[in-house]
Protein backbone atom coordinates (compact mmCIF):
# COMPACT_ATOMS: atom_id res chain seq x y z
CA UNK A 1 0.00 0.00 0.00
CA UNK A 2 1.27 3.01 -0.93
CA UNK A 3 1.89 5.77 2.28
CA UNK A 4 0.00 8.97 2.73
CA UNK A 5 0.58 12.09 1.90
CA UNK A 6 0.31 14.53 4.38
CA UNK A 7 -2.33 17.71 3.14
CA UNK A 8 0.35 19.70 5.32
CA UNK A 9 3.39 18.81 2.74
CA UNK A 10 1.14 18.92 0.08
CA UNK A 11 0.08 22.75 0.90
CA UNK A 12 3.75 23.62 1.29
CA UNK A 13 4.72 22.16 -1.96
CA UNK A 14 1.96 24.20 -3.57
CA UNK A 15 3.21 27.58 -1.88
CA UNK A 16 6.49 26.62 -3.09
CA UNK A 17 5.54 26.17 -6.03
CA UNK A 18 3.46 29.25 -6.13
CA UNK A 19 6.45 31.35 -4.30
CA UNK A 20 8.67 30.53 -7.21
CA UNK A 21 6.45 31.50 -9.77
CA UNK A 22 5.75 34.70 -8.51
CA UNK A 23 9.36 35.29 -8.25
CA UNK A 24 10.29 34.07 -11.47
CA UNK A 25 7.35 36.44 -13.42
CA UNK A 26 8.33 39.47 -11.30
CA UNK A 27 11.82 39.44 -12.48
CA UNK A 28 10.88 38.81 -16.02
CA UNK A 29 8.47 42.01 -15.72
CA UNK A 30 11.64 43.94 -13.96
CA UNK A 31 13.98 42.49 -16.70
CA UNK A 32 11.82 43.69 -20.12
CA UNK A 33 11.15 46.62 -18.42
CA UNK A 34 15.11 47.43 -17.80
CA UNK A 35 15.73 46.26 -21.64
CA UNK A 36 13.01 48.37 -23.10
CA UNK A 37 14.34 51.28 -21.53
CA UNK A 38 17.89 50.30 -22.83
CA UNK A 39 16.19 49.75 -26.33
CA UNK A 40 14.80 53.00 -26.05
CA UNK A 41 18.14 54.79 -24.84
CA UNK A 42 19.59 52.85 -28.18
CA UNK A 43 16.88 53.83 -30.85
CA UNK A 44 17.19 57.90 -29.15
CA UNK A 45 20.71 57.84 -28.56
CA UNK A 46 22.42 55.71 -31.63
CA UNK A 47 19.42 55.37 -34.43
CA UNK A 48 18.57 59.05 -35.91
CA UNK A 49 22.69 60.49 -36.31
CA UNK A 50 23.47 56.88 -37.80
CA UNK A 51 20.52 56.87 -40.15
CA UNK A 52 21.30 60.47 -41.06
CA UNK A 53 25.34 59.68 -41.24
CA UNK A 54 26.69 61.78 -38.42
CA UNK A 55 28.69 58.77 -36.86
CA UNK A 56 31.04 61.32 -34.90
CA UNK A 57 28.24 61.70 -32.67
CA UNK A 58 29.07 58.18 -31.26
CA UNK A 59 31.42 59.38 -29.24
CA UNK A 60 30.18 61.73 -27.16
CA UNK A 61 29.91 58.66 -25.10
CA UNK A 62 32.63 56.88 -23.76
CA UNK A 63 33.14 54.18 -26.23
CA UNK A 64 36.42 51.78 -26.41
CA UNK A 65 36.27 52.58 -30.20
CA UNK A 66 33.62 54.22 -31.80
CA UNK A 67 33.09 56.43 -34.50
CA UNK A 68 37.11 56.36 -36.28
CA UNK A 69 37.77 58.92 -39.15
CA UNK A 70 38.39 56.90 -42.56
CA UNK A 71 37.52 53.25 -40.92
CA UNK A 72 34.33 53.09 -43.04
CA UNK A 73 33.98 49.54 -42.96
CA UNK A 74 34.14 49.24 -39.14
CA UNK A 75 32.19 52.38 -38.34
CA UNK A 76 29.39 50.45 -40.61
CA UNK A 77 29.90 47.15 -39.08
CA UNK A 78 29.98 49.22 -35.52
CA UNK A 79 26.19 51.00 -36.51
CA UNK A 80 25.14 47.73 -37.34
CA UNK A 81 25.96 45.65 -34.20
CA UNK A 82 24.51 48.41 -32.28
CA UNK A 83 21.30 49.03 -33.99
CA UNK A 84 20.84 45.01 -34.27
CA UNK A 85 21.16 45.39 -30.17
CA UNK A 86 18.12 47.55 -30.36
CA UNK A 87 16.30 44.25 -32.63
CA UNK A 88 17.11 41.62 -30.58
CA UNK A 89 16.20 42.72 -27.38
CA UNK A 90 12.88 43.38 -28.04
CA UNK A 91 12.74 40.56 -30.22
CA UNK A 92 13.63 38.39 -27.44
CA UNK A 93 11.42 39.43 -25.06
CA UNK A 94 8.57 39.14 -27.06
CA UNK A 95 9.77 35.10 -27.50
CA UNK A 96 8.98 34.97 -23.89
CA UNK A 97 5.36 36.20 -23.42
CA UNK A 98 3.13 32.99 -22.93
CA UNK A 99 0.70 35.08 -24.17
CA UNK A 100 2.23 35.63 -27.86
CA UNK A 101 3.49 31.84 -27.91
CA UNK A 102 -0.77 31.18 -27.05
CA UNK A 103 -2.35 33.14 -29.97
CA UNK A 104 0.14 33.80 -32.15
CA UNK A 105 2.32 30.87 -32.75
CA UNK A 106 2.81 31.95 -36.59
CA UNK A 107 4.41 35.39 -35.11
CA UNK A 108 6.02 33.27 -32.39
CA UNK A 109 7.94 30.84 -34.80
CA UNK A 110 8.94 33.86 -37.10
CA UNK A 111 10.11 36.34 -34.55
CA UNK A 112 11.91 33.12 -33.08
CA UNK A 113 13.79 32.48 -36.47
CA UNK A 114 14.82 36.30 -36.80
CA UNK A 115 16.38 36.04 -32.96
CA UNK A 116 18.96 33.09 -33.80
CA UNK A 117 19.89 34.50 -37.14
CA UNK A 118 20.62 37.92 -35.18
CA UNK A 119 21.73 36.31 -32.25
CA UNK A 120 24.46 34.80 -34.76
CA UNK A 121 24.97 37.93 -36.29
CA UNK A 122 25.29 39.79 -33.48
CA UNK A 123 28.13 37.05 -31.61
CA UNK A 124 30.19 37.04 -35.28
CA UNK A 125 30.14 41.01 -35.08
CA UNK A 126 30.86 40.86 -31.46
CA UNK A 127 34.25 38.81 -32.62
CA UNK A 128 34.91 40.98 -35.56
CA UNK A 129 35.18 43.78 -33.28
CA UNK A 130 36.80 42.78 -31.02
CA UNK A 131 40.04 40.90 -33.14
CA UNK A 132 39.64 42.39 -36.21
CA UNK A 133 39.31 46.40 -35.24
CA UNK A 134 40.39 45.95 -31.77
CA UNK A 135 37.05 47.07 -30.17
CA UNK A 136 38.09 46.38 -26.23
CA UNK A 137 40.64 47.41 -23.63
CA UNK A 138 41.62 44.48 -21.83
CA UNK A 139 42.66 40.55 -22.63
CA UNK A 140 40.53 39.72 -20.06
CA UNK A 141 37.73 41.74 -21.55
CA UNK A 142 38.38 40.37 -24.75
CA UNK A 143 38.06 37.02 -23.50
CA UNK A 144 35.10 37.39 -21.72
CA UNK A 145 33.48 38.55 -25.02
CA UNK A 146 34.85 36.09 -26.83
CA UNK A 147 33.19 33.19 -24.38
CA UNK A 148 30.24 35.26 -24.77
CA UNK A 149 29.69 35.37 -28.16
CA UNK A 150 30.78 31.12 -28.43
CA UNK A 151 27.83 30.59 -25.87
CA UNK A 152 25.14 33.07 -27.71
CA UNK A 153 25.93 30.65 -31.01
CA UNK A 154 25.94 27.66 -29.24
CA UNK A 155 22.57 28.50 -27.40
CA UNK A 156 21.03 29.74 -30.21
CA UNK A 157 21.59 26.89 -32.21
CA UNK A 158 20.54 24.75 -29.83
CA UNK A 159 17.52 26.74 -29.49
CA UNK A 160 16.52 26.00 -33.12
CA UNK A 161 18.01 22.37 -33.52
CA UNK A 162 14.84 21.46 -31.02
CA UNK A 163 12.32 23.37 -32.10
CA UNK A 164 12.98 22.12 -35.39
CA UNK A 165 12.51 18.56 -33.86
CA UNK A 166 9.32 19.12 -32.18
CA UNK A 167 11.19 18.72 -28.69
CA UNK A 168 9.31 21.43 -27.26
CA UNK A 169 10.10 21.39 -23.36
CA UNK A 170 13.48 21.26 -24.33
CA UNK A 171 13.72 23.68 -26.77
CA UNK A 172 12.24 26.51 -24.24
CA UNK A 173 14.76 25.26 -21.57
CA UNK A 174 17.56 26.50 -24.53
CA UNK A 175 15.29 29.59 -25.36
CA UNK A 176 15.50 31.18 -21.98
CA UNK A 177 19.81 30.15 -22.02
CA UNK A 178 19.74 32.30 -25.49
CA UNK A 179 17.60 35.13 -24.01
CA UNK A 180 20.06 35.49 -21.06
CA UNK A 181 23.58 35.40 -22.90
CA UNK A 182 22.10 37.29 -25.97
CA UNK A 183 21.69 40.14 -22.70
CA UNK A 184 25.19 40.08 -21.70
CA UNK A 185 26.21 42.63 -22.48
CA UNK A 186 22.76 44.60 -20.61
CA UNK A 187 23.71 42.33 -17.75
CA UNK A 188 26.92 43.91 -17.70
CA UNK A 189 26.07 47.11 -17.52
CA UNK A 190 23.02 47.17 -15.29
CA UNK A 191 25.72 45.01 -12.81
CA UNK A 192 28.52 47.40 -13.07
CA UNK A 193 25.90 49.91 -11.24
CA UNK A 194 24.25 47.37 -9.51
CA UNK A 195 27.76 47.10 -7.35
CA UNK A 196 28.75 50.84 -7.87
CA UNK A 197 25.57 51.89 -6.29
CA UNK A 198 25.08 49.21 -3.81
CA UNK A 199 28.86 49.63 -2.82
CA UNK A 200 28.66 53.51 -2.87
CA UNK A 201 31.88 53.51 -4.79
CA UNK A 202 33.35 51.89 -7.57
CA UNK A 203 35.09 49.19 -5.70
CA UNK A 204 37.20 46.70 -7.37
CA UNK A 205 37.03 48.47 -10.78
CA UNK A 206 40.35 49.67 -12.42
CA UNK A 207 40.72 52.73 -13.95
CA UNK A 208 41.17 50.68 -17.58
CA UNK A 209 38.36 48.02 -16.61
CA UNK A 210 41.19 46.03 -15.37
CA UNK A 211 40.37 45.92 -11.40
CA UNK A 212 39.41 42.94 -9.40
CA UNK A 213 35.38 43.19 -10.13
CA UNK A 214 36.09 43.99 -13.59
CA UNK A 215 37.96 40.58 -14.51
CA UNK A 216 35.24 39.02 -12.34
CA UNK A 217 32.10 40.68 -14.02
CA UNK A 218 33.62 39.99 -17.32
CA UNK A 219 32.52 36.61 -17.01
CA UNK A 220 30.12 36.88 -14.25
CA UNK A 221 27.32 39.05 -16.16
CA UNK A 222 26.33 35.75 -18.23
CA UNK A 223 27.84 33.26 -16.05
CA UNK A 224 25.80 34.21 -13.36
CA UNK A 225 22.65 34.61 -14.91
CA UNK A 226 23.24 31.01 -16.90
CA UNK A 227 24.18 29.03 -13.15
CA UNK A 228 20.56 30.83 -11.12
CA UNK A 229 18.40 29.77 -14.43
CA UNK A 230 19.90 26.05 -14.06
CA UNK A 231 19.41 26.22 -10.44
CA UNK A 232 15.84 27.41 -10.92
CA UNK A 233 14.67 25.12 -13.84
CA UNK A 234 16.21 22.20 -11.54
CA UNK A 235 14.14 23.00 -8.28
CA UNK A 236 11.39 23.83 -10.36
CA UNK A 237 11.02 20.40 -11.83
CA UNK A 238 12.53 18.73 -8.88
CA UNK A 239 12.67 20.38 -5.86
CA UNK A 240 11.43 20.22 -2.66
CA UNK A 241 9.14 22.69 -0.53
CA UNK A 242 11.84 23.76 0.81
CA UNK A 243 14.35 24.41 -1.37
CA UNK A 244 11.91 25.93 -3.87
CA UNK A 245 11.42 28.88 -1.15
CA UNK A 246 14.87 29.11 -0.63
CA UNK A 247 15.44 29.61 -4.56
CA UNK A 248 12.09 32.26 -4.79
CA UNK A 249 13.96 33.91 -1.73
CA UNK A 250 17.03 34.42 -3.95
CA UNK A 251 15.45 35.43 -7.11
CA UNK A 252 13.36 38.28 -5.17
CA UNK A 253 16.66 39.20 -4.10
CA UNK A 254 18.70 39.37 -7.19
CA UNK A 255 15.67 40.79 -8.95
CA UNK A 256 15.66 43.78 -6.42
CA UNK A 257 19.67 44.09 -7.44
CA UNK A 258 19.17 44.07 -10.85
CA UNK A 259 16.17 46.95 -10.17
CA UNK A 260 18.81 48.87 -8.72
CA UNK A 261 21.16 48.63 -11.59
CA UNK A 262 18.05 49.38 -14.06
CA UNK A 263 17.85 52.68 -12.36
CA UNK A 264 21.33 53.36 -11.76
CA UNK A 265 22.41 52.80 -15.68
CA UNK A 266 19.30 55.23 -16.42
CA UNK A 267 19.81 57.84 -14.42
CA UNK A 268 23.22 57.63 -14.50
CA UNK A 269 24.11 56.36 -17.39
CA UNK A 270 21.59 56.57 -20.21
CA UNK A 271 19.65 59.63 -19.17
CA UNK A 272 22.66 62.29 -19.54
CA UNK A 273 23.45 61.51 -22.95
CA UNK A 274 20.00 61.30 -24.10
CA UNK A 275 19.82 64.94 -22.39
CA UNK A 276 22.92 65.80 -25.37
CA UNK A 277 20.73 64.61 -28.35
Known sequence: MAEAVSPRWIGRSRTGERTLDTAARLWFIVAVIGQWAFVYY????????????????????DLIMGYVAGDHVGNLYFAAHVLMAALITTSGALQLFPQIRARAISFHRWNGRLYVLTAFLMAIGGLWLVWVRGTYLTLYGAAGSTVLALLIMTCAAMTLRHALARKIDIHRRWALRTFLVANGVWFQRIGYMAWIILNRGPVGIGKHMDGPFDILWGFGAFLLPLAVLEIYMRVRDQGSAVAKSVTATAVFVLTAVMGVGIIGAYVIMWRPLLAMT
Open 42 to 61: IAAFYAGPTLQGRFETWNRK
